[in-house]
């Protein structure tokens, strides 16, 4: 069974920067294309960062050159640095595939940007 633990998240000021992690468990994530995800409450689950196989990036234009998607193959785990957070980025982040779902949402991780 899949599972997908994201962590790192936080209360930080506007300005600030956090790095997300996502570690999975029952798989290999250096074969799937994987996405950080975002869903603030009532509103939509969105992708805001994807990694293919092959290293290329995407980013969704709100976080484009502020927010970096990496992933360490040899610990199995997936980053999202996130610099010079808004107000706007206030929200519950997940991870998972970015093409198909690798394993059932998990609890996310809460980046709360306030001053």
């Known amino acids: 069974q899949v599972q997908l633990v994201e962590s790192g998240g936080g209360l930080v000021q506007p300005g600030g920067s956090l790095r997300l992690s996502c570690r999975a468990s029952?798989?290999?994530?250096?074969?799937?294309?994987m996405g950080w995800y975002r869903q603030v409450s009532g509103k939509e689950r969105e992708l805001v960062a994807s990694i293919l196989i092959g290293g290329f990036t995407n980013y969704v234009d709100s976080v484009r050159g502020r927010f970096t998607i990496s992933r360490d193959n040899a610990k199995n785990t997936v980053y999202l640095q996130m610099n010079n957070l808004k107000s706007e980025d206030t929200a519950v982040y997940y991870c998972n595939g970015a093409i198909r779902e690798l394993a059932r949402w998990g609890q996310g991780t809460q980046v709360t940007v306030s001053v």
């Open positions: 029952g798989t290999e994530l250096s074969a799937y294309a």
